[in-house]
């Protein structure tokens, strides 16, 4: 029978956790308020089931894990928040429009292949910063890392997305 963990043990190996848990909500929710209810889930959880978490494990990846179960979990219980009207647009697209949002839609699918391609570190900062719209300062507070790391480790990832993105676009056209 395994021992149930204590206060002290809990703090000591979890809660340092707490910046980077964040970091990793707020990246795939895109909402201060949500990252930080998810960060509370995950503690919650943790914290009910102390006396079957594994010692063996490394902490920090477990609880990752957990927060991006937490976080599915939550998109699941809202529902898929998608409804469909009957009513025709007020406007039928002419071809050129929807040639260009075709266009678009492909651009946009480039873009997110040449993101996931990024090395964690960069890609979690391009997803705070450049998708979800997040300020220098929260992403700061959510990863530790200074303002001055931020900046050129986002100044490295936008360089290596440009020219994958240009490589991959330009590909046929040489």
């Known amino acids: 029978m395994q021992v149930a ?5 809990f703090k000591r190996r979890f809660l340092p956790l707490s910046r980077k848990l ?7 929710s895109g909402d201060m308020q949500e ?10 959880k943790l914290w009910t089931r102390r006396d079957r978490l594994p010692s063996d494990v490394n902490d920090e990846a477990y609880c990752v894990v957990v927060t991006k179960n937490v976080y599915n979990d939550r998109l699941r219980g809202r529902g898929s928040g998608m409804s469909f009207s009957h009513e025709l647009p007020a406007q039928i697209p002419s071809r050129n429009d929807v040639v260009g949002d075709i266009e678009n839609r492909n ?6 292949r040449c993101i996931a391609a990024l090395p964690e570190q960069q890609r979690e900062l391009v997803v705070m910063r450049d998708v979800n719209g997040a300020g220098y300062d929260e992403i ?14 986002l100044s490295r990832a936008r360089k290596t997305l440009r020219e994958q993105f240009n490589a991959i676009r330009n590909y046929g056209n040489k």
């Open 107 to 112: 651009l946009a699918d480039i873009m997110r």
């Open 35 to 44: 990252a930080e209810d998810i960060v509370q889930d995950v503690y919650t």
């Open 22 to 28: 964040y970091g990793v909500a707020l990246s795939l």
């Open 140 to 153: 700061s507070y959510a990863t530790g890392l200074s303002m001055a790391n931020i900046r050129v480790t």
């Open 5 to 9: 963990m204590t206060g002290e043990e």
